[in-house]
């Protein structure tokens, strides 16, 4: 037991010292983030997990190595589908390049505090009611099927209810005022079309997270694998979005893929809960994930060579809050922000 709680001390040191060496070190300075750098910290990011991942494997036996890496690697792959939605959001918004990792930054600090709440909350919920695994896996599949109706649909942001609220309640700048979130004006706290951002981009991860949690249950429920699994993800999100935003609409079939993959974890869930036990072993779960993501990349960059260039178009899919925009209207109906001054 004890040694357990400083594993989880040792673990929250690392990733704070990652954090602080990410914005005090490698980012001090508002800058545009270039494609070949976000590249390579994407892959120190993914090097730090597998290394951990074999630590696992050293330290706690062959299944709780495995189990890391199968609830990595969906989570990995899952929050490619919030840089659908981060690429939407600040094409719509015109952040300027260089406050997009200040955004990012933050919105990612919040996220590993609410997925921390909902992982531990998630997970007291099945070893108290072992029943949940069905209404889990049910959610699962529903939302698989959801991701599948919704994958070639335009969000119309512009009756977004998150940014709706935010104007209604918020004195709300006309225009972006540098880094800042908050400035004032004539004495009054005004909150910068920055701020709205970062609120919508917290809101959608929040919200994917109800997703994305369950789906990391199905495969252990050992809050350590689950939480530590989900923090590696989320801490190469924002490199992993500077390295793709570019290429992001060229993977049409990857929506498909991701809600594949959480209809075969949604099943699995349930199956195992009936019949006991692993009754679909985690490791079948690990391989038909990296097929169908794998399968879904290779297909999508294979339909699109040739066809799309960067900046050509934008992503498809849901944004949460938003409905979807008609198609007659979907050139005219974007928002325009004035220039940074």
């Not at 070893?127 to 099927?145: D, N, P, Q, R, S």
């Not at 917290?202 to 109800?210: M, N, P, R, W």
């Amino acid at each position: 037991m004890e040694s357990s709680i400083w594993l989880w001390i040792a673990f929250n040191i690392f990733v704070l010292a990652l954090l602080a060496f990410d914005l005090g070190v490698l980012h001090r300075k508002e800058r545009e983030i270039k494609v070949a750098e976000a590249m390579k910290l994407s892959l120190m990011y993914i090097v730090l997990a597998l290394i951990f991942g074999a630590g696992l494997f050293w330290l706690r036996g062959h299944q709780d190595g495995i189990d890391f890496l199968t609830g990595y690697f969906i989570e990995k792959s899952l929050s490619v589908d919030n840089i659908f939605v981060i690429v939407l959001i600040f094409s719509y918004f015109q952040v300027p390049p260089q406050h997009q990792h200040r955004v990012l930054f933050w919105g990612i600090l919040g996220a590993l505090v609410m997925r921390g709440i909902l992982i531990f909350a998630g997970v007291k919920l099945i070893h108290e009611f072992a029943w949940m695994a069905l209404i889990f896996g049910a959610f699962l599949i529903v939302t698989g099927v959801k991701m599948l109706v919704v994958a070639d649909e335009k969000p119309d942001l512009e009756d977004n209810i998150i940014v709706k609220a935010v104007r209604s309640r918020f004195r709300l700048t006309d225009r972006f005022h540098g880094k800042h979130f908050f400035v004032r004006q004539e004495g009054a706290l005004y909150v910068t079309p920055l701020f709205l951002v970062l609120v919508l981009i917290e809101v959608t991860d929040l919200i994917f997270a109800v997703d994305s949690i369950p789906a990391i249950i199905a495969i252990t429920t050992d809050p350590f694998i689950v939480y530590t699994s989900n923090v590696f993800a989320i801490l190469g999100l924002r490199a992993l979005y500077f390295a793709l935003a570019g290429i992001v609409p060229r993977f049409v079939y990857l929506k498909y893929g991701l809600s594949l993959v959480l209809l075969v974890i949604g099943f699995k869930m349930i199956a195992n809960y009936l019949y006991g036990g692993k009754f679909i072993p985690t490791e079948w779960a690990l391989l038909m994930t990296v097929i169908l993501i794998g399968g879904s990349i290779i297909l999508s960059l294979i339909k699109t060579r040739g066809q799309l260039s960067e900046g050509e178009t934008l992503p498809t899919g849901w944004i949460p809050g938003s409905g979807v925009k008609e198609e007659d209207e979907a050139e005219s109906a974007k928002q325009k922000q004035p220039d940074e001054k």
